[in-house]
């Protein structure tokens, strides 16, 4: 089977201290599903989603609904009028930031799940730059945007520099550094930031400015530049050609004379920044105040998000107004047709699963998976 | 600072240490054996959640807590298998598999809690009370002064996870163990030698469910008798980091654990003796411990040849 197969049989000796363990995910592995998320057809996401939408079905009779009233009132919830297309597009530029963030750090190899916690570290900037600097509205903003996209940074860099000098894995450090980051805030909005009520700071003044209607603020268009700058970056710069390479090759990267450590190091610093990016866009378009349970696991979705879209700009695009649409599509749907919203984290994670199903299907085509599997068995007869 | 050196405190302090690291224990020992065959699970977390959940539900409906721990045990072991099929049959990546796995547990229990447990239109989930491990003191050995009162007046559960340890070590070094570590070196001499690689990772990913099932219910029906969303907390991830730390060894994995369950404990128990340390920072802890453990301070750690690679068996 595989070229780096051992010999089968031999007697496990210690191997040469150069080979030494290290705790990270083998590349090989890694190529693998870089290559099945961005090779995979639009067709079978479709089919993902088709098949999650009805898998959920029992669930929504066993809240005494009728499945089809439930998925109109969430299209309807979602798209029925302005204020809710405009709740799911600010929803979508949470995801888009987030989702992208975390597609260019997986597509460098980079296992990063720490979206979370840069995402709450982005919002805790933010706030801190809105709440104790009173400059001018503007200044102040992008000031609170930047911070928030250094604090995000930051907080990934954390998590390479633990990788590149201890070894430790992305993986778990990056999750654990996600609980940090959430009791951190805890802590402050409880303590030193706290304003009259415990878990909040004061009401932070500082606004993005709306674009449409009363509702929908400018995060939409910062997530659409985001989408523009990530598709150039990755498609036309240096740095996006050295981090495709690593992720989809690592040995050739190698030859190619690329360092793995540079690159990630660059790669996570624009990732959690993004995750940051995402985090201040959210305090300063749509909340207006930091909770201590400021988001709900966005930044656990948004990788959900990032995968199903393929690990590309515009995939991360489609796929977060897509989970928008669910989330908002789905707190409505729990006014009118009585189903819990939590729906919606539920098709997520079934989409998610199917997805992974129907990559092998769709990575050999249909027609060539299907005689693959036929074939032994009349081999057999 | 005078109130931490009372015995009051120090016995409080270790008999909650036991008791935090039971579901640690649960996780990570069956996770040790995945890892040893050479798949991770990474969805634990969502394992240790469906265990919870599917505890307190049978709690709740046969009204016996050893049959909700049944529920758990079995809910876990679902989950998992649904987990096994994807990453081994059908040879998705396990790290993404484990994600999604662990974003469908979230969404299943939180609609599920809902629809079963909220009142009217409110979608607000009321919580009820189940039966609920008692604390269990072995006679006789609790009444050795103060390690009766820590190791002998726990509840069942947290027995039986420090009985999984000799067992898991036991059948590690058993014929079956051998099996488990070849399908983790080297899949093809295990074939070749008449093995089953794939039984036996579907095995142990299913076993792992199985056992966190038993850490969850502990965390709905053992050491409350609710049923709370954000119960599990991380634990399965720090399960993941102590398999992992503690060499996938059950000896090692006992360590682990009991070293983050203090860390775990203290901040409950600090607080207690009037020290006055803000409560997240303490709870933060734990996290902080597990990145310290994987940063080397313990030792590199080797994965075995064949980790995280699926197996394809040759026609």
Same mark, same amino acid.
């Given at each position: 089977?595989s070229?780096g197969?051992?010999?089968?049989?031999?007697?496990? /000796?210690?191997?040469? %201290?150069?080979?030494?363990?290290? $705790?990270s /995910? %083998?590349?090989?592995?890694?190529?693998?599903v870089?290559?099945a998320?961005?090779?995979?057809?639009? +067709?079978?996401?479709?089919?993902?989603?088709v098949?999650?939408?009805?898998v959920?079905?029992p669930?929504?009779?066993?809240?005494?609904?009728?499945?089809?009233?439930?998925?109109?009132?969430?299209v309807e919830?979602?798209?029925?009028?302005?204020?809710?297309i405009?709740?799911?597009?600010?929803r979508?530029?949470?995801?888009?930031?987030?989702? *992208?963030?975390?597609?260019?750090?997986?597509?460098s190899?980079?296992?990063?799940?720490?979206?979370e916690g840069q995402? +709450?570290?982005g919002?805790?900037?933010?706030?801190?730059?809105?709440?104790?600097w009173?400059?001018?509205?503007?200044?102040v903003l992008?000031?609170?945007?930047?911070v928030g996209?250094?604090?995000?940074a930051? +907080?990934s860099?954390?998590?390479?520099?633990?990788?590149?000098?201890l070894?430790?894995?992305?993986?778990?450090s990056?999750?654990?550094?996600?609980?940090?980051?959430?009791?951190?805030?805890?802590?402050?909005?409880?303590?030193?930031?706290?304003?009259?009520?415990?878990g909040?700071?004061?009401?932070?003044?500082?606004?993005l400015p709306?674009i449409?209607?009363?509702?929908?603020?400018?995060?939409? *268009?910062l997530? $659409? /530049?985001?989408v523009?700058v990530?598709w150039?970056?990755?498609?036309?710069?240096?740095?996006?050609?050295e981090m495709r390479?690593?992720?989809s090759? %690592?040995?050739?990267?190698r030859?190619?004379?690329?360092?793995?450590?540079?690159?990630?190091?660059?790669?996570?610093?624009?990732s959690?920044?993004?995750c940051? $990016?995402?985090?201040?866009?959210?305090?300063?378009?749509?909340?207006?105040? $930091?909770?201590?349970?400021?988001?709900?696991?966005?930044?656990?979705?948004?990788?959900?998000?990032?995968?199903?879209?393929g690990?590309?700009?515009?995939?991360?695009?489609?796929?977060?107004?897509l989970?928008?649409a669910?989330?908002?599509g789905a707190?409505?749907m729990?006014f009118?047709?009585?189903? %819990?919203?939590?729906l919606s984290?539920?098709i997520?994670g079934?989409? *998610? /699963?199917?997805?992974?199903?129907?990559?092998p299907?769709?990575?050999?085509?249909? #027609?060539? +998976?299907?005689?693959? #599997?036929?074939?032994? #068995?009349?081999a057999?007869? | 600072?005078?109130?931490i050196?009372t @015995?009051?405190?120090i016995?409080?302090?270790?008999?909650?240490?036991?008791?935090?690291?039971?579901?640690l =224990?649960? &996780?990570a020992?069956?996770?040790?054996?995945?890892? !040893?065959?050479?798949?991770?699970?990474v969805?634990?977390?969502?394992?240790?959640?469906?265990?919870?959940?599917?505890?307190?539900?049978?709690?709740?409906?046969?009204?016996? &807590?050893?049959?909700?721990?049944l529920?758990g045990?079995?809910g876990?072991?679902?989950?998992?298998?649904?987990?096994?099929?994807?990453m081994?049959? !059908?040879?998705?990546?396990q790290?993404?598999?484990?994600?999604?796995?662990w974003?469908?547990?979230?969404?299943?229990?939180?609609?599920?809690?809902r629809? =079963?447990?909220s009142?009217?239109?409110?979608?607000?989930?009321q919580?009820?009370?189940?039966?609920?491990?008692?604390?269990?003191?072995?006679?006789?050995?609790?009444?050795?002064?103060? =390690?009766g009162e820590?190791?002998?007046?726990?509840?069942?559960?947290?027995?039986?996870a420090?009985l999984?340890?000799?067992?898991a070590?036991?059948?590690?070094?058993?014929?079956?163990?051998?099996?488990?570590?070849?399908?983790? @070196?080297?899949?093809?001499?295990?074939?070749s030698a008449?093995?089953?690689?794939?039984?036996?990772?579907? &095995?142990?990913?299913?076993?792992?469910?199985?056992?966190?099932g038993?850490g969850?219910?502990f965390?709905?029906?053992?050491?409350?008798?609710?049923?709370?969303?954000g119960?599990?907390?991380?634990?399965?991830?720090?399960?993941l980091?102590?398999?992992?730390?503690?060499?996938?060894?059950?000896?090692?994995?006992l360590?682990?654990?009991?070293?983050?369950?203090?860390?775990d404990?203290?901040q409950?128990?600090?607080?207690? &003796?009037?020290?006055?340390v803000?409560?997240q920072?303490?709870?933060?802890?734990?996290y902080?411990?597990?990145?310290?453990?994987?940063?080397?301070?313990?030792? !590199?750690?080797?994965h075995?040849?064949a980790f995280l690679?699926?197996?394809?068996?040759?026609?």
């Amino acid at each position: 089977m595989s070229v780096g197969a051992e010999p089968a049989g031999v007697g496990r /000796v210690k191997g040469p %201290p150069g080979d030494g363990p290290r $705790l990270s /995910v %083998p590349a090989a592995w890694k190529r693998r599903v870089v290559e099945a998320l961005t090779g995979a057809s639009l +067709w079978t996401r479709v089919v993902a989603v088709v098949l999650a939408l009805i898998v959920a079905a029992p669930l929504i009779l066993a809240a005494g609904s009728n499945p089809i009233e439930a998925y109109s009132a969430m299209v309807e919830g979602a798209f029925g009028s302005d204020q809710a297309i405009a709740d799911v597009l600010n929803r979508a530029d949470t995801f888009i930031l987030l989702g *992208l963030g975390i597609a260019i750090s997986i597509r460098s190899g980079f296992f990063n799940v720490g979206a979370e916690g840069q995402l +709450w570290l982005g919002a805790l900037g933010a706030s801190v730059v809105a709440l104790y600097w009173s400059g001018p509205e503007p200044l102040v903003l992008i000031a609170a945007l930047l911070v928030g996209f250094v604090f995000g940074a930051l +907080w990934s860099g954390l998590v390479a520099l633990l990788k590149l000098s201890l070894g430790v894995d992305e993986l778990i450090s990056s999750l654990m550094l996600n609980y940090v980051a959430i009791l951190l805030i805890g802590y402050l909005t409880f303590g030193p930031m706290k304003a009259y009520r415990a878990g909040q700071t004061e009401r932070i003044e500082a606004e993005l400015p709306l674009i449409f209607g009363d509702r929908l603020h400018a995060g939409i *268009l910062l997530s $659409l /530049v985001a989408v523009i700058v990530i598709w150039l970056l990755v498609a036309r710069t240096r740095l996006g050609y050295e981090m495709r390479t690593l992720g989809s090759n %690592p040995d050739a990267a190698r030859y190619a004379g690329i360092s793995a450590p540079s690159v990630i190091g660059r790669v996570s610093l624009l990732s959690g920044g993004l995750c940051g $990016l995402a985090g201040a866009n959210a305090i300063l378009g749509a909340q207006h105040v $930091l909770l201590s349970d400021f988001s709900p696991g966005w930044g656990y979705t948004a990788i959900a998000v990032a995968l199903l879209g393929g690990l590309t700009a515009f995939g991360v695009l489609l796929a977060a107004v897509l989970f928008g649409a669910l989330e908002i599509g789905a707190t409505n749907m729990q006014f009118t047709a009585g189903v %819990p919203a939590s729906l919606s984290s539920l098709i997520e994670g079934l989409i *998610l /699963v199917f997805f992974l199903l129907a990559i092998p299907l769709s990575l050999s085509g249909p #027609r060539r +998976w299907l005689r693959r #599997r036929l074939r032994p #068995r009349r081999a057999e007869g | 600072m005078s109130g931490i050196l009372t @015995e009051a405190f120090i016995v409080g302090l270790l008999a909650a240490t036991i008791r935090a690291a039971a579901p640690l =224990i649960f &996780a990570a020992l069956g996770e040790a054996f995945s890892q !040893r065959s050479g798949v991770i699970n990474v969805g634990l977390e969502g394992y240790l959640l469906i265990g919870a959940f599917c505890a307190y539900l049978g709690s709740y409906y046969m009204d016996h &807590a050893w049959l909700g721990a049944l529920m758990g045990l079995a809910g876990g072991g679902l989950i998992a298998l649904v987990a096994a099929y994807v990453m081994i049959s !059908r040879r998705a990546d396990q790290i993404v598999t484990g994600l999604a796995v662990w974003i469908l547990s979230i969404g299943l229990v939180g609609l599920t809690y809902r629809i =079963i447990f909220s009142e009217g239109n409110s979608l607000q989930p009321q919580r009820v009370a189940v039966d609920a491990f008692d604390a269990w003191a072995i006679p006789g050995l609790s009444s050795i002064p103060w =390690i009766g009162e820590i190791l002998f007046d726990q509840i069942a559960l947290v027995y039986l996870a420090y009985l999984a340890v000799p067992v898991a070590w036991l059948i590690l070094r058993s014929r079956q163990g051998l099996k488990v570590r070849a399908a983790g @070196e080297s899949p093809e001499a295990l074939e070749s030698a008449g093995g089953n690689v794939i039984r036996i990772r579907y &095995a142990c990913v299913v076993a792992t469910g199985m056992l966190a099932g038993l850490g969850g219910a502990f965390l709905s029906i053992g050491q409350t008798d609710t049923f709370e969303e954000g119960l599990v907390g991380g634990r399965g991830f720090i399960a993941l980091g102590i398999a992992i730390v503690g060499r996938r060894n059950p000896v090692g994995v006992l360590v682990a654990a009991l070293v983050f369950a203090f860390a775990d404990s203290l901040q409950l128990w600090l607080p207690t &003796a009037g020290v006055d340390v803000p409560r997240q920072l303490l709870q933060a802890l734990p996290y902080i411990v597990t990145i310290i453990a994987l940063a080397g301070m313990f030792g !590199r750690v080797r994965h075995p040849r064949a980790f995280l690679k699926p197996f394809v068996r040759q026609a």
